[in-house]
């Protein structure tokens, strides 16, 4: 039990998990000590094949066996007969091992072979909670064959991959490509390591990189090849280069979870959900800043301020705040059609903002204002801009300013760019499945509506290109639908699972609050990108342009977005009409 | 009214629809007439533009409206606020004919345009009883653009086609290509028109060859262009190719009808169904021949036949036939497992076979048989050769032969060829939304079976290939299980919707039957082609090649079908373990 402290000491607070999975056999006592002790600090897991899982049956305890991963053999070949016999030995083996409690199983995965019967393998098992995990060699064309394989699988969710770093140097394109795979670790054999100047062994230079990349996405670690005497060393240095390394932590456990975009117009929000979005340490400074820049402008000593969508106060706040900055006398009108929010302001402008603020319970393009405001406030944007339908609620609302009255925001923009992503696309496909079991009206519901979603676990090419603008106020009150199409050149082969979408809105002169990751607001949290699935998903070949069209479509009740795909493939028209998804005005 | 008399003279029996639809305006009165009398005799329809509809109203009858198409302008363009406009004419344009009952509207269709905004308006109607006909010149890349915009209407039962000739001459294959989409009619225009030497309106040779290929499919002819004097010399000439032209008629109207195969060994047969396919008159001929040939070669003067599977008699009588004139004595033992069919057999055994005939009521597979049998005949192909699972059967059933005995047939093969066609792609996607409602175990069901159906209107690019072979009798039990890839070449572009299925069969000798078109027994209407849909629709670029996997898998109660294309885009494997769709044992 001595080993286990030791290792305890080594690997606490080290952010990477650690595994091995070594060719020879070695002594299974040491192997156990190993396991425990990893496994009891970093959730380590062991690749074992058949007979020495057998061998520790007496030794480990059930919690310690389903981190276990047995190793299968793999089975493609070309021989229909031998085909079959191999399948037969796979499916035997497989059962005994399930029987005994194991559901991780890792399998050699050939690149450049026809991969069908190992796709037929795993459909097998759908039904049983049984992960498969493959060894894909980072070899040039493996993503291509693992494509090939996944699509094959018609995008299960019980396949994932151990990337296995070789010698071939893959670009870090290639590398960042990966990471729209369903990747649980990378396997580092211990031949590609170098001695440094002080005798220690160490990666080169371009494989730390790959390395890093992979600690970053917490892929785990997985040392392999031949068992060593100095195994600690090969250790060490893995978690020396993982304590320099700046991980990004969660926000909320939200990665990929599919989320439907709020409809703040149609429901009305509950207390809680105001009470998150205002900790955001970034948007109500940018606010403040803005209304500030804007009372400035006005130079008068009286200003009116109308904010439309007051929720719980936030940017009454900051109008006051910013009123205060500038030393003018401020009359706010605090306009809320949610009457869950509308308790909280009254309270507010009873004991703190006193008689400066009216609340006012209206939809605010209903609001028959009393006087005429200089500047109108409002955060009614979603993650892709007008999608919560800024641009008509605004539109109904700017009758409150006067002639020369200023929005903040202004002007806002919605962004696009391609996306591949095994696990949006494959939770789609899911939610796909429960959405017939509930019989929604319109088959394809899942992949006919967006999606805000943290996308760490996706692949994107190219750099965003803006979409759709619009401005307040307006001189004039022209439709808000909008067309457009899109190109992205592409050069690595991809595959297409659907678009990021985001957002960037000037709230005064060069004020913006953006999340479009090349002008991104760092810190601000209120929003997600938002994903739009493509469900007829497509191989695009480097060379090749994506060319999406889309189109922001309105009618007297109701809202909503139109997309396909026309390069390299055609697509239908998805949400034609509206048909599975709208946003109610 | 003597108008009408005329031309029913003219018309009848011509097997040929005719309409007409002409630039300039014509006389109301004179197009009534016209379009009376061609109606009467054989429903013309008539392209007419809004006004002259309205006009006609009084003229007139609800019937003959139902026949009328109207005429509404195209809707794409780039500046969107523009397509807003023409969208909202266009929508009102179709509204007032609309609810004037006039519910078929034709459109010219743009060769090169971004159709994305007419495919959105069809999407528009989709809850509407309309049909939207597109009037598509034989341009160039006018099937391109075609297949772009049907792809983006997401294969709409509610489209089809006007093709239109111009001087452009499209090779052979570009029109027999047409065949695979929604075509309703071939316009040609008078100005298309040459003189021959007695002065009278012909095509040209090469035009004549597209008349007669679009008169063979059953299109309607519409004559178009500036209405002249001497239109009936234009309508005779039609009519004088159409006389000469062999047009197949349907049988039992069953074109394009998607069926499921048959399950004779789960399910039994009714005597309905024994009923049809026993007027085969080619098959039990085949069968006398084969069986002759075998008891001759077995030169002895008592033979012994086993029929498996004995239906209502058929197998038996040409036994007996084959006996009598080989001159030997006959033992046959008609091996039925179907009650409905028994009382049948027992009938013609008392009454008619006598004691040459041994009625057994078992299945074939389970029989044990009296004595060993000479030569076991038995019909359980399907259309696809073993899809009825005639490989069990035999190997159950062979243990009545004598070590030297025939099975009839001997072996028999499937064979595969690419496959597009809109109607039977679009009627699969229709079954699919039908197999929802009814909550189907598997969501992709009606993608993930085969369908035994006449194809009429599909575009095979392509020769067959050989897919599965099997012997009968086997020397050794060996597995029943298959695997095979089969490419094909394609040399035009086409959208691939799926495969066509056949079979060949030797029953003895040099004695066939087949429904593989090369070698197609004329005449014998017994099976039709079997239709295996690919989900995943994929454009297949001219120079490419098709690979399409196929796997007849086998377990203890069932035999299913997996398939899928790798080439030129992957699919998932479909039917992956027999989940939608197997075959009971």
């Given at each position: 039990m001595s080993n286990i402290n030791k290792f305890s000491l080594i690997t606490s607070n080290i952010p990477v998990d650690l595994a091995f999975d070594f060719i020879s056999k070695i002594d299974v006592q040491q192997c156990l000590e190993y396991l425990t002790a990893w496994y009891c600090k970093v959730g380590c897991i062991q690749l074992f094949d058949e007979e020495t899982i057998l061998s520790l049956d007496t030794i480990l305890n059930q919690d310690l066996l389903i981190k276990v991963i047995a190793k299968l053999p793999t089975v493609d070949c070309d021989d229909y007969k031998l085909q079959n016999d191999m399948e037969n030995q796979f499916h035997q083996k497989l059962i005994t091992l399930y029987n005994f409690n194991i559901k991780k199983f890792i399998i050699d995965f050939k690149v450049q072979n026809n991969s069908a019967n190992l796709a037929r393998i795993v459909c097998k098992y759908s039904n049983k909670p049984i992960m498969f995990n493959f060894k894909v060699?980072?070899?040039?064309?493996a993503w291509d064959s693992w494509n090939t394989f996944r699509n094959m699988t018609g995008y299960s969710l019980q396949i994932s991959i151990v990337l296995c770093l070789t010698k071939y140097l893959p670009t870090r394109d290639e590398i960042i490509r990966w990471i729209g795979e369903p990747i649980c670790a990378l396997s580092v054999s211990t031949n590609l390591f170098i001695l440094n100047k002080k005798g220690y062994p160490v990666l080169s230079e371009d494989h730390e990189i790959i390395l890093k990349i992979a600690i970053q996405q917490k892929w785990t670690i997985i040392l392999s090849g031949e068992p060593l005497p100095n195994m600690k060393d090969y250790f060490y240095y893995i978690i020396f280069v993982a304590k320099n390394i700046n991980i990004p932590s969660p926000i909320?456990?939200?990665?990929?979870l599919l989320q439907l975009p709020l409809q703040p117009l149609r429901d009305n929000l509950m207390s809680c959900v105001y009470h998150v979005f205002e900790q955001d340490p970034i948007k109500y400074t940018q606010y403040q800043k803005a209304i500030y820049l804007a009372i400035i402008d006005k130079e008068v000593k009286n200003i009116v301020i109308a904010v439309i969508?007051?929720?719980?106060?936030p940017l009454v706040k900051a109008s006051l705040r910013a009123a205060d900055l500038a030393a003018v006398n401020v009359k706010i009108y605090a306009v809320e059609k949610n009457e869950n929010a509308i308790p909280t302001l009254l309270m507010y402008q009873k004991n703190?903002?006193?008689?400066?603020v009216d609340v006012v319970f209206s939809d605010g393009r209903e609001w028959d204002p009393p006087e005429k405001c200089d500047i109108m406030v409002s955060e009614l944007l979603g993650s892709f801009g007008d999608n919560e339908l800024s641009p008509e609620c605004l539109d109904g609302a700017?009758?409150?300013?006067?002639?020369?009255g200023i929005s903040i925001p202004c002007e806002y923009s919605s962004y696009l760019r391609p996306l591949m992503s095994h696990k949006l696309f494959s939770q789609t496909i899911k939610n796909e499945a429960i959405d017939e079991s509930c019989l929604s009206?319109?088959?394809d519901a899942a992949f006919e509506q967006s999606y805000v979603v943290l996308q760490p676990h996706s692949y994107k090419p190219t750099k965003t290109k803006k979409l759709f603008t619009f401005n307040h106020p307006k001189k004039t009150l022209e439709s808000n639908a909008r067309y457009k199409c899109l190109e992205f050149e592409i050069t690595y082969n991809m595959q297409l699972h659907g678009f990021s979408g985001y957002f960037d809105a000037?709230?005064?002169?060069d004020i913006m609050i953006s999340i479009?990751?090349?002008t991104e607001s760092i810190g601000m949290f209120s929003w997600f990108p938002i994903y739009f699935p493509i469900k007829d998903t497509m191989l695009v070949k480097s060379g090749s342009v994506i060319s999406v069209h889309f189109w922001r479509c309105c009618d007297e009740y109701k809202v909503w977005y139109e997309w396909c795909v026309s390069s390299p493939n055609q697509t239908p028209i998805y949400n034609c009409q509206g048909k599975s998804n709208s946003i109610r005005l």
């Open positions: 060699p980072t070899l040039e064309n909320l456990e939200c990665d990929d969508g007051a929720g719980r106060g703190v903002w006193g008689e400066s700017q009758k409150c300013l006067k002639d020369d009206n319109s088959k000037i709230l005064y002169k479009e990751p090349l």
